[in-house]
């Protein structure tokens, strides 16, 4: 099971697991058991009503999570230039705000609908609609911005796989012929980089070594040192 926490159990696999499968369906068989064994059967303020408005806010609950979920695609990857993982934070504070006070008009639904069942009706139906209108908006115009960011950001690099491929089987091809001395250069100030705690400028030189060795690699894919025939080889 991919872990995105310490905790297994708090895994999102595991609370997803848990709100979909048990604490939903849960909810839901009891308000249609309710419907078989209390008197009156349905009508708000019954416990089919109770259990049912239960029900629904953790099915709202999981609709606001996938939200959330693309919310955090766009913000993290794909809106901004630079990638921000300060932004998937933001979302779930933002997700547990809404859960938070959607839990807290349920709550106080739930109490009207013992003191003044008819009032709670009205304000039960007119929230559970602008709440769902809300919600898919939400989602509905969050998903275009995203797939409008994918296509943006594909039409801005064509043809990137193919280039990073094609660049490294000329690297590789170089190697094979005559591993030049940049390259020797540079993979023994990489190892001395790695090994201990090197100082600012081991690290600065190895960069640099590293820049020259890929600059000599263009220029020789530019001269045309290297044959077509063995790039296809590879």
């Known amino acids: 099971m991919p872990q995105y926490t310490d905790s297994e159990f708090w895994d999102k696999f595991v ?3 848990i709100s979909i499968r048990l604490i939903l369906l849960a909810f839901r068989i009891i308000d249609q058991l309710s419907y ?27 609709w606001m999570y996938i939200g959330c979920f693309w919310i955090q695609l766009i913000y993290t990857y794909f809106v901004s230039e630079s990638i921000n993982l300060k932004n998937s934070r933001r979302c779930w504070i933002t997700c547990l705000v809404l859960a938070t006070l959607l839990a807290l008009w349920d709550i106080g639904l739930l109490i009207g609908g013992m003191i003044n ?20 908006l939400s989602i509905l115009g969050h998903g275009i911005i995203l797939a409008y960011h994918l296509k943006t950001q594909k039409s801005r690099i064509p043809g990137l796989d193919h280039r990073v ?11 094979k012929k005559n591993g030049s001395p940049i390259d020797r250069e540079f993979s023994s100030n990489s190892s001395v980089v790695s090994s201990s705690s090197s100082s600012p400028e081991k690290i600065k030189h190895a960069a640099e070594v590293g820049n020259l060795a890929n600059e000599i690699n263009f220029e020789i894919l530019d001269s045309g040192t290297i044959d077509r025939e063995d790039i296809e080889e590879t």
Do not use: C, M
């Open 15 to 17: 609370i997803a697991y």
């Open 36 to 62: 078989l064994f209390t008197i009156p059967r349905s009508g708000t303020g019954s416990w089919a009503w109770f259990f049912g408005v239960i029900g629904t806010y953790f099915l709202f609950l999981e």
């Open 117 to 136: 069942p008819a009032s709670a009706d009205k304000f039960y139906r007119v929230g559970f609609i602008v709440t769902l209108i809300l919600l898919g």
């Open 165 to 175: 491929s094609h660049e490294t089987r000329v690297g590789n091809i170089q190697n």
